[in-house]
């Protein structure tokens, strides 16, 4: 279990990141999916402990999103201010530190950047399922398990997501 | 099978999490190491404390202090023409309260803690 936490952890926390924009919430969440795996699912088969986790993890972020509705229908019927404490500021997240690194790693550091904003533009549905087939390797049936539906559904959210990265990435093809 | 736009996707994102600064990698650390313990140290929490069986009786608490607010409010504003019409909190309150996922996180504690943290803000601007 320690091999498989320590391995994936990253990618997980990444994956959440992109879904939040919140660096503390992002490591919030992935506490509570490395929680529940260990607690409820560590006798079960190894093989099964990735498609659990990001089940659990895709779930955590759903939750997140959820309550992130509902904290700003209150904002707005209280009347409080806007101003999204929670959602940090995209640009303190990319620091001007490309000036002094040579042209073709500046050219990966602008594509990671837009990337980045790309895939957070995407719908929630569409960047999970993208990031679980590409980044996590899932197949179309662990996917579906993961985000709990249908396989054609998977297809349909990858080929779009990709479709739209395509679309707002084609300078950098 | 990938083409070359997805491979660099993929690459660059590898790249991504390749790069964690350090505090964000110790945190990560710290907290496999906590859920690892777990695994040893779980034990069931006494029944009486699991948060879902006091579900029913938060979501009641807080519709009842939903209401109160909404008394209080209606008060400080004076509104004199009482009933005439519903207002846009009177149906903000009905949506809150006939929608499920709001009740859900109106049963976290979290969400009191953050709108403690708002309230204090708000007390804060207005000084």
Redesign the interface.
């Known amino acids: 279990?320690?091999v498989f936490?320590?391995e994936i952890?990253?990618?997980a926390?990444?994956m959440a990141q992109l879904a939040t924009g919140n660096?503390d919430d992002a490591?919030d969440i992935?506490?509570d999916a490395?929680?529940k795996?260990?607690?409820k699912y560590?006798t079960h088969d190894q093989a099964s402990w990735k498609p659990l986790f990001y089940s659990i993890l895709e779930s955590r972020i759903l939750d997140w999103h959820?309550?992130q509705?509902?904290?700003n229908?209150?904002?707005s019927?209280l009347h409080?201010?806007t101003d999204d404490e929670d959602a940090e500021d995209a640009l303190a997240q990319h620091p001007e530190e490309t000036s002094i690194i040579p042209d073709f790693q500046l050219q990966?550091a602008q594509?990671?950047q837009n990337?980045?904003l790309a895939l957070q533009a995407l719908p929630l549905r569409q960047q999970q399922v993208f990031?679980l087939r590409?980044?996590e390797g899932l197949d179309i049936y662990q996917t579906a398990a993961a985000m709990q539906c249908s396989e054609s559904s998977v297809k349909t959210h990858y080929a779009r997501a990709?479709e739209k990265?395509?679309e707002q990435?084609e300078g950098?093809? | 099978m990938?083409d070359?736009?997805?491979q660099?996707?993929?690459a660059?994102?590898?790249?991504?999490?390749?790069n964690?600064d350090a505090d964000?990698?110790k945190?990560?650390?710290d907290?496999?190491r906590?859920?690892?313990n777990?695994?040893t140290n779980?034990a069931k929490p006494a029944r009486w404390l699991a948060l879902s069986h006091w579900l029913p009786s938060t979501s009641l608490a807080f519709g009842v202090l939903l209401a109160l607010f909404f008394v209080a409010h209606h008060q400080q504003h004076n509104r004199t023409e009482f009933g005439a019409e519903l207002g846009?909190?009177q149906v903000?309150v009905f949506?809150?309260l006939n929608n499920t996922?709001?009740l859900?996180?109106?049963s976290?504690p979290?969400?009191y803690l953050?709108?403690d943290e708002?309230l204090g803000?708000?007390s804060g601007?207005a000084v």
């Open positions: 279990m320690h936490l320590a952890e990253t990618r926390f990444r660096r490591l992935v506490q490395m929680m795996l260990v607690q560590s959820r309550r509705q509902v904290r229908r209150f904002r019927w409080w201010d990966d594509f990671m990337l980045e990031l590409i980044w990709l990265l395509r990435l950098h093809r | 990938q070359d736009f997805e660099k996707i993929k660059s994102l590898d790249e991504s999490a390749a964690l964000t990698r945190r990560l650390a907290i496999r906590q859920a690892l777990t695994q779980h846009a909190d903000a949506e809150m996922d709001d859900d996180t109106l976290d979290d969400f953050w709108a708002q803000n708000e601007h």
